[in-house]
């Protein structure tokens, strides 16, 4: 059987550190063409992988009846259009995260995927995370018992991301702290505890350290340097309670404080045992029996997450398998973190 040939659109960061080298290492997939609006990035990737062909417009790629597959690693204002327009040349898609950068986008994006019938992931990429898999079977088998709250904790010692760029302009990337780094820590959750469905939400979004930029210090900036001529109007910090039909959900994050700690971790509470989570590392299990306490963290395979994805998405272009990060339940992480833009917008508790 052929390869699947693939055409990546965006050639920054997030597709140099993980899409395209996970295609290379895939022996089915052929990257044909590398596509960003900065030619020098696309020409840079052609040169750095030795294969595919530079382009500037994404429209050559989905012209081409050769592309089965497209990669979206561009700023989130594009995920939708570029992810619509590829659907609808017949193409299956892998969008990174967040799925768009609201909710209403989020939904057209899957209108289109049902209309089409092609592929359409999104790039929740602890989905294909082992030991975040291995949590969800624990969960699943019950040993846990009933897990009736979830708490979420990221928070980072003035860590904002390229300060008056992409990340920080609302028009462009949606939001900030919580579409940035929440969507990952919500959808391991939502996934976890079998996609519940979100009842009401009560959340407050903070932009504050950043707005006067030529005043905030910092020590590193990733996404960087400043741009002082730029924007800042997104969210720094975030809180934000969730009712599911499933566990409450408490929600707290933070690009930026004015508390020196970094803090990634999520604690899932269960009546018969509580696990926690070390976002990216491994996790610990907290369980009773025969009238003693006991604590563990158990050993397992990890496998790098990123190349499971490319892998499992390789996969199903051609078997037509529904992942589990299929936009179906990818677009209700995006209901959930509109709901809490909305109700920090509003001052009120959002009912959906």
């Known amino acids: 059987m052929s390869k699947v040939k693939v055409a990546v659109i965006g050639c920054g960061t997030i597709a140099n550190s993980a899409h395209i080298p996970s295609y290379m290492n895939n022996p089915d997939a052929e990257i044909k063409y590398f596509c960003d609006i900065i030619p020098e990035r696309a020409t840079a990737a052609v040169e750095k992988y030795g294969c595919g062909t530079a ?125 940035d780094w929440g969507v990952h820590y919500l959808d391991i959750v939502m996934y976890c505890c079998g996609d519940p469905t979100p009842k009401t939400v009560s959340g407050e979004t903070f932009c504050k350290l950043g707005k006067n930029m030529k005043e905030y210090v910092y020590t590193g900036m990733w996404a960087g340097p400043p741009k002082y001529n730029g924007t800042y109007d997104v969210d720094d910090s975030v809180t934000a309670l969730v009712r599911t039909a499933g566990p409450v959900i408490t929600v707290h994050g933070a690009w930026a404080q004015n508390i020196d700690e970094n803090e990634a971790y999520i604690d899932f509470m269960g009546d018969k045992g509580g696990i926690r989570l070390q976002y990216g590392k491994d996790f610990t299990m907290y369980t009773s029996k025969n009238g003693a306490l006991f604590t563990s963290t158990p050993k397992y395979t990890s496998r790098n997450h990123f190349q499971t994805e490319i892998d499992s998405f390789v996969r199903c272009v051609r078997s037509g398998e529904k992942l589990p990060s299929h936009i179906d339940y990818a677009v209700v992480t995006s209901k959930i973190m509109q709901g809490i833009y909305d109700s920090a917008e509003q001052h009120r508790e959002v009912v959906f």
Do not use: W
């Not at 500037?56 to 690693?73: F, G, K, R, W």
């Open 55 to 179: 382009i500037e417009d994404y429209h050559v790629a989905l012209n081409d009846p050769e592309i089965e597959a497209i990669s979206v690693c561009t700023p989130n204002r594009m995920h939708s259009i570029i992810a619509i327009d590829a659907l609808r040349a017949g193409k299956n898609v892998l969008c990174e995260k967040p799925a768009a950068r609201t909710y209403a986008e989020a939904l057209e994006m899957q209108k289109v995927q049902h209309e089409t019938g092609k592929v359409l992931n999104i790039g929740v990429v602890n989905r294909f995370n082992d030991g975040v898999n291995v949590i969800k079977r624990i969960i699943d088998s019950g040993e846990l018992g009933e897990v009736y709250h979830v708490y979420a904790s990221f928070r980072a010692f003035r860590s904002i991301p390229g300060l008056g760029g992409d990340f920080t302009t609302k028009a462009v990337a949606g939001g900030g702290a919580l579409i």
